[in-house]
């Protein structure tokens, strides 16, 4: 599976749109970008995915570059409680199912 | 997380002693995991199982043994706890979906066990 790399931390304003960056430039066709977020102390909890075109859904919208060497996850309306760390995770359709995770970046939402 | 569960939520042993973790699902789901969470390597994979009976190793496998009897249970073995092993350990679950892009797989984790080897 690719590796992905994020940034360590990053900070948005309250109201204001949330973009965290991921590159995975070593990204296989038939690999999948995953978003997963992790609020203290709690398991992950998935908020979107997508192979090669743009998605949205009620949390998120992710963006993916033409040549899917990288992708933007965008909060639209950042809260405080979007604070949390950011996984983006790039995996293929083995058998196994497994996920990888790196380091995700670190979101504070602040008033 | 509906649909998983795991148990115990917190526990304190001794170093030494043997320990098991129980992950229970009611999706139906094929794959089941473990992962441990630690302050600066965020989340490892410590085993994975892709059926009944059938287990693999992940990334942090030494010193964990695994167990999966029936489709709905993952069991997490500790056999002699040590002070490293004083971590939260998840658990996930997933199923492919195939969509009109193809398969991927949806994943579900639990809340969490908080784990102190003494």
């Known amino acids: 599976d690719a590796k992905t790399t994020q940034p360590t931390s990053m900070d948005c304003a309250e109201g204001r749109a949330a973009n965290l960056p991921c590159n995975h430039s070593t990204i296989s066709g038939n690999e999948y970008v995953y978003w997963y977020r992790q609020i203290h102390s709690q398991g992950p909890q998935y908020i979107i995915h997508g192979l090669k075109n743009n998605e949205t859904n009620e949390m998120a919208s992710l963006i993916i570059t033409e040549d899917r060497k990288s992708s933007t996850l965008i909060l639209p309306h950042a809260t405080l409680r979007d604070t949390a760390v950011y996984y983006c995770i790039v995996r293929g359709s083995s058998n196994t199912g497994k996920l990888i995770f790196g380091q995700g970046t670190t979101l504070q939402v602040k008033p | ?118």
């Open chain 2, 1 to 118: 997380d509906a649909g998983i569960t795991q148990s115990p939520r917190h526990k304190v042993t001794e170093t030494g002693t043997p320990v098991t973790l129980r992950c229970h699902q009611t999706e139906n789901h094929r794959y089941m995991y473990w992962y441990r969470q630690d302050p600066g390597h965020g989340l490892r994979l410590i085993h994975y199982s892709y059926g009944v009976k059938d287990t693999d190793k992940g990334e942090v496998s030494d010193g964990y043994s695994v167990s999966r009897s029936k489709t709905e249970d993952f069991l997490l073995t500790l056999e002699s706890a040590t002070s490293s092993q004083t971590s939260v350990y998840f658990c996930a679950i997933s199923e492919s979906v195939f969509t009109g892009t193809g398969g991927f797989y949806g994943y579900t984790f639990g809340s969490g066990t908080r784990l102190t080897v003494v």
